[in-house]
C-alpha cells in the first residue's frame, strides 16, 4: 500500500528559506559532521541510493532538496521538500533516495525527538482534544511549514556559533516540537508521548523487542509487557508498525545480520546465530525474501557499490 502525502498550501520556495550553499559548506565529507548538537544530523547524497536497511528512532526529519521512498512492513511512505516526517516510535525501514545528482544533491535535515521534552510542552499547552481512534502507523507526514524551516535555518545558523549552542540550541528544539504539536501531526505526537494510551502501551513492546530481537518470542510476553491482551496488541501493533511483532523482529534481526556481514565481515552462519535464528536454511530463505538475493550475494553486491549506495544503520531519520 502506498501512502501519497495531501498537497499542502504553502509557498512552493518554503524550502529554499535554507540556503544549500551552506549546507554543502557543513557536509563537504561525511553525511552527519556538522552534527555538533546533540541529536541533530544534516545528510548530503549525490546520487539516487537503496534501498538501505536501518532503524528508525523518534526524530523528525525534513528534506531541504530531493526526494525518498520508505518501506515499513507493507507500507510505503513517499515524501519531498513539502513534507516533514514524523517518526514517533522506532521502526526498522528499507529506504530509497529517488531525486539526487551532484549538480543538486539530496539533502536532508534529522532531529532526534525528546519525548520527555515533547511531555513538558503538552503540560503547558494544556490539555488538547486527543480522543477517538488510534492514529494508526508511527511514522507519518505532514506538512512543512515556513515556521518549521525557519527554526531549522536558526539551528543550522548556531553550527557557526558552537558558543551559542549551549544557550540557544534547546529552546529552538522545544520550539519546533510546539510546531509538531500545534500542526496537522500534533495528535499523533501526542499520543505517543502521553503514558496510558494504547500507542504508548504498543511502544513499550516495540522498545522491548528492540532491545531483545535476538531471544525468543513469546507473543503472550510481549502482551504482558504492553499491558495489553494478545489480540488487542496484534491489533495496534501492526497499525503502528505495519508489521506483527514476530514480522517486526525478523525484520530487525535481518537488518542487523545484514550490518553484521557487511561490517564486520561475518560470515552468514556466523551473522545468522548472532541475531538468533537457530536454522541457517530459515535464515537464508527469509533474507532473500527480504533483500532479493541469498546473504553473501547481497553482501558482495553491497561491497561493490559506492559508498553513498550502501546500507546505513541509521538511528535518526536521514
Known amino acids: 500500500m502506498s501512502l501519497e502525502p495531501p498537497v499542502p498550501q504553502f509557498a512552493a520556495d518554503t524550502a529554499d528559506a535554507i540556503r544549500t550553499d551552506i549546507l554543502a559548506r557543513l557536509t563537504p565529507d561525511h553525511p552527519d559532521r556538522a552534527a555538533r548538537i546533540t541529536g541533530f ?58 531525486a539526487a ?27 488538547q482534544p486527543v480522543s477517538g481512534a488510534e492514529v494508526g502507523l508511527s511514522m507519518a507526514l505532514g506538512t512543512a511549514t515556513a515556521e518549521l524551516f525557519d527554526a531549522f535555518r536558526r539551528l543550522i545558523a548556531l553550527l557557526d556559533q558552537p558558543h551559542h549552542i549551549p544557550f540557544l540550541a534547546d529552546q529552538i528544539e522545544r ?44 507473543v503472550e510476553d510481549l502482551a504482558d509487557i504492553a499491558a495489553m491482551g494478545v489480540s488487542t496488541l496484534h491489533h495496534h501493533f501492526r497499525a503502528m508498525t505495519a508489521m506483527s511483532p514476530l514480522q517486526f523482529q525478523k525484520h530487525l534481526r535481518l537488518n542487523q545480520a545484514r550490518m553484521l556481514m557487511l561490517g564486520d565481515n561475518l560470515d552468514a552462519a556466523t551473522a545468522a546465530l548472532r541475531v538468533g535464528y537457530e536454522s541457517p536454511t530459515q535464515f537464508n530463505r527469509e533474507y532473500r525474501r527480504l533483500f532479493g538475493a541469498p546473504p553473501m550475494r547481497d553482501i558482495k553486491t553491497l561491497r561493490a557499490m559506492p559508498a553513498a549506495n550502501q546500507p546505513v544503520d541509521l538511528d535518526i531519520a536521514g
Open 101 to 127: 545528482t551532484p549538480e543538486r544533491p539530496y539533502y536532508c535535515l534529522a532531529l532526534r525527538i525528546d519525548l520527555a521534552k515533547v511531555r513538558e510542552i503538552i503540560a503547558e499547552i494544556g490539555p
Open 41 to 98: 544530523a544534516i545528510y548530503r547524497v549525490t546520487e539516487t541510493a537503496g534501498p538501505m536497511c536501518g532503524l528508525y528512532e523518534p526524530s523528525l526529519s525534513v528534506i531541504i532538496q530531493g526526494a525518498k521512498r520508505l518501506h515499513i512492513g507493507d507500507e510505503t511512505l513517499v515524501y519531498d521538500e513539502k513534507h516533514f516526517l514524523l517518526t514517533a516510535v522506532g521502526l526498522p525501514i528499507l529506504a530509497q533516495i529517488e
Open 175 to 218: 520550539e519546533i516540537y510546539y510546531r509538531l504539536l500545534t500542526g496537522d501531526q500534533g495528535v499523533r505526537l501526542r499520543r505517543y508521548a502521553l503514558a496510558g494510551s494504547q500507542s504508548s502501551r504498543v511502544a513499550r513492546a516495540v522498545e522491548w523487542l528492540k532491545q531483545n530481537y535476538t531471544q525468543p518470542l513469546r
